[in-house]
């Protein structure tokens, strides 16, 4: 095992010894709300590669004849210990089949208290179904894995600002315990544009109630990217988006204090810190 130091991140590699089929993991660190790339090579081309991990199944691209890769979304409240990650190639002479121990390390989020108004807090009853409406849209949407990977490029941050540490912070308001926040904030301005960090199909652009003006896009493989409290929104649901074409510019809608960018990625479901993928998909 060894540390490497690239582009002022720190990477975790580590190698497994070689076998019919060999793993290797780059991530900036193994815990919760983290994302790992496995890179997998076969002794023998495989026709097709299966990745279950956490109970999914993670969806494997190709990079050359023997080699693949698998992202694999930590969630954030993922426990600390071993998870098993099976791996089984295909090929005309047969299947081969491995397991890759992926050791979790424990990881401590922070906790803020504020006291602010209730109505900050606790939604008037009037919005509750619409609420509920776009908590069931939202799920649904996480569940669609596209087969295709739709991004070729390493992910890159939508905004020049660098981003808060507020991903998996929990919250107590009067008193009450909050859902942990689920994106990394970026310190923008109001009118910032922000671009596309990779390639990908906008699935949702439109105002939901918490969010405000959001867009989300489907990079392929069940990995998705949504984006928070635009002033306004230039990207189309349906088309295609290339790194660095505009989505929006950045403002303070939904239920926010002030102009930042939100942004959140879903990875097969798993809530994982955006800087995270940045690090891994290099």
Same mark, same amino acid.
């Given at each position: 095992m060894r540390w490497l130091i690239a582009a002022s991140l720190l990477v975790l590699?580590?190698?497994?010894?070689?076998?019919?089929?060999?793993?290797?993991?780059?991530?900036?660190?193994?815990?919760?709300?983290?994302?790992?790339?496995?890179?997998?090579?076969?002794?023998?081309?495989?026709?097709?590669l299966h990745v279950r991990a956490f109970d999914t199944d993670a969806q494997p691209y190709r990079i050359d004849a023997g080699t693949w890769r698998v992202l694999i979304g930590i969630d954030l409240e993922a426990a600390p210990k071993s998870y098993a990650v099976s791996i089984a190639a295909d090929s005309p002479a047969g299947t081969a089949q491995t397991i890759f121990t992926l050791a979790v390390k424990p990881k401590v989020f922070d906790t803020r208290t504020l006291t602010v108004d209730d109505a900050f807090v606790n939604p008037p009853a009037s919005v509750t179904k619409r609420i509920e409406d776009e908590a069931v849209l939202l799920t649904n949407l996480w569940k669609r894995v596209t087969p295709e990977r739709l991004w070729t490029t390493p992910f890159v941050r939508p905004v020049?600002?660098?981003?808060?540490?507020?991903?998996?912070?929990?919250?107590?308001?009067?008193?009450?315990?909050?859902?942990?926040?689920?994106?990394?904030?970026?310190?923008?301005?109001?009118?910032?544009?922000?671009?596309?960090? =990779?390639?990908?199909?906008?699935?949702? $652009? @439109? *105002?939901?109630?918490?969010?405000?003006?959001?867009?989300? /896009?489907?990079?392929?493989?069940?990995?998705?990217?949504?984006? =928070?409290?635009?002033?306004?929104?230039? $990207? @189309? *649901?349906?088309?295609?988006?290339?790194?660095?074409?505009? /989505?929006?510019?950045?403002?303070?809608?939904?239920?926010?204090?002030?102009?930042?960018?939100?942004?959140?990625? @879903?990875?097969?479901?798993?809530?994982?810190?955006?800087?995270? /993928?940045?690090?891994?998909?290099?």
């Open positions: 590699t580590q190698t497994v010894p070689a076998t019919p089929i060999a793993v290797s993991l780059k991530a900036r660190a193994v815990q919760p709300g983290e994302v790992v790339a496995l890179t997998i090579t076969t002794a023998r081309p495989a026709t097709a020049p600002q660098p981003a808060n540490s507020a991903f998996g912070k929990r919250s107590v308001f009067n008193g009450q315990a909050r859902s942990p926040h689920t994106g990394a904030d970026f310190g923008s301005p109001a009118g910032q544009p922000v671009k596309a960090p =990779a390639g990908g199909r906008v699935v949702l $652009a @439109r *105002e939901l109630y918490y969010s405000g003006n959001t867009v989300i /896009l489907d990079h392929g493989l069940g990995l998705y990217s949504l984006f =928070a409290h635009f002033s306004k929104i230039d $990207a @189309r *649901e349906g088309e295609m988006v290339a790194p660095g074409d505009l /989505l929006g510019l950045v403002g303070a809608t939904g239920r926010v204090t002030g102009p930042h960018l939100h942004w959140a990625i @879903r990875l097969n479901g798993a809530r994982v810190d955006p800087l995270s /993928l940045i690090a891994a998909v290099s």
